[in-house]
């Protein structure tokens, strides 16, 4: 059975996505730590991150960085937190979070119902930074 994830690949259910390549997508978490929570996905259905190949793990890496940097540029945060936690869904992520503070990075913290209009409104944010980076 396809998690949700790949399900929000296929478009199947829907997301706010900022980039999508042949290899990996990327769309707002609906439960954000802080505005701009992105996931980083790969297209292939894998659970555990150590069972992605090289090439695999070195794309999402490079495009994580990438969208970090948009990140960086749409809120001006202290840092831009990279986590790989990986129990909620069975399907590799990365969470790319804008921080001020260590606690922005915990899970106890996400916001239930950010709201549609919120989440567009960021997603509108991160596309127009990844846009003036590249």
């Keep these: 059975m396809p998690t949700i994830f790949s399900r929000i690949i296929d478009r199947e259910i829907p997301a706010h996505f900022v980039y999508e390549d042949d290899r990996c997508v990327a769309f707002l ?35 994580s960085q990438r969208l970090g940097a948009a990140l960086q540029e749409a809120y001006d945060p202290v840092k831009v937190g990279m986590m790989l936690a990986g129990l909620e869904v069975p399907h590799v992520h990365v969470h790319l979070v804008p921080m001020w503070e260590v606690h922005d990075l915990d899970f106890a913290n996400a916001e239930d119902d950010p709201g549609e209009e919120a989440l567009a409104a960021a997603a509108d944010k991160v596309r127009r930074a990844i846009a003036a980076l590249h």
């Design 29 to 63: 978490s609906i439960n954000p730590l802080r505005p701009g929570h992105t996931l980083v996905v790969p297209r292939i259905e894998v659970d555990h991150w150590l069972d992605l190949g090289p090439d695999e793990w070195q794309h999402l890496t490079r495009v």
